[in-house]
């Protein structure tokens, strides 16, 4: 098979989070790095007498984790402070839409389903030594992603 000519870089990603899965704000403005997570299926197995080895079945899809890492801010309406605030409710929920190429029609976008927020820090670690950015990095827990043709 011949080297393909069709890689790309992370550059033109677009990062969008949601707290009920319709209205999604773009967050690619403070999103530094979208991890994934791996995607991964539950499996049994079992013995039987005659054989050498297992009878292996599959089962449904397992959780995926994804981390994301934002700046930290203190504008009320920036990314850290939606997604504390998603944190802080109730039930922590929060939706992750990525596009890795960006949002040109044809394109493809990658959304979770209803997720988790399972850890968010109250700030960055701080040290004075350092001139680097303040980031924090966040932990969604959700059922995987879905890969949709953007329209």
């Known amino acids: 098979m011949a080297q393909t000519t069709l890689a790309t870089s992370s550059r033109n990603a677009v990062v969008e989070i949601s707290t009920d899965g319709s209205v999604w704000t773009d967050i690619s403005g403070y999103a530094q790095s979208v991890s994934p997570g791996d995607g991964s299926r539950l499996t049994g197995t079992a013995f039987t007498f005659d054989g050498a080895g297992p009878i292996i079945t599959a089962g449904k899809l397992d959780a995926q984790e994804s ?74 827990q959700h059922g995987g992603f879905t890969r949709a043709a953007i329209p």
Do not use: W
């Open 67 to 140: 981390t994301v890492n934002i700046l930290y801010t203190e504008d009320t309406n920036g990314a850290y402070d939606r997604c504390r605030t998603a944190f802080d409710s109730a039930n922590s929920v929060l939706y992750l839409r990525v596009a890795p190429n960006g949002t040109t029609s044809g394109n493809y976008r990658h959304t979770t389903g209803k997720g988790v927020i399972t850890q968010f820090p109250a700030f960055h670690d701080l040290d004075a030594s350092s001139g680097d950015p303040q980031m924090i990095e966040f932990t969604v």
